[in-house]
């Protein structure tokens, strides 16, 4: 799972991947309330202390884990809000779900599975999105731009959702839809 391998700033020696690796996988499968640090070290392979020295606590291996999603979330929406191009901010925006790679979805399965389990609020985390669109849609002489945005973002989470459950039947033919609906 290379997506775990840079969660923190600092270079993380192979054992503290690997506990960091083992609790994203065991989070995303059985649930964060569900894992204990003793099933997390057993599944790395490394003592239960290592994790504590480590990242003190369960709720520290999370909070690691968090951060990583952060950080690829403004990866990902950094090039929608730098872009000037009101109708490439649309663009970019309805291609973002779909262009997540398969090799991802674990990762990103945690982050949406955590909103329900610990009862984060993500609506923050969305708000650069949300903005571009917004001024996007200001741009481009909508009538209700703000609604619009809020309505593209809500729409687009739960879209990413779906792909990430593999409950979206034909991704390409939304992906289309929405393009056509928005004059792309």
Known sequence: M????????????????????????????????????????????????????????????????LAEGDKKLKSLFEDIVLESDPIEVIRKSIILPFSVPESEYEFWRLQYKLKWEIEMDYSHKTEPLTMAL??????????????EAEFLTLSLDAMGASLIKGSMNNSDKMKSFLLKKYGL
Do not use: D, W
């Open 2 to 65: 290379y997506f775990c391998k840079r969660l923190l700033t600092y270079k993380m020696t192979e054992k503290q991947e690997k506990i960091l690796n083992s609790a994203l996988e065991l989070f995303a499968r059985e649930g964060y309330n569900a894992t204990s640090t003793s099933k997390v070290a057993a599944h790395a392979g490394v003592s239960e202390g290592l994790i504590f020295r480590h990242f003190r606590n369960k709720r520290g291996l999370l909070m690691a884990i």
């Open 134 to 147: 917004a001024l996007a849609f200001v741009k481009l002489n909508y009538e209700s731009p703000q609604q």
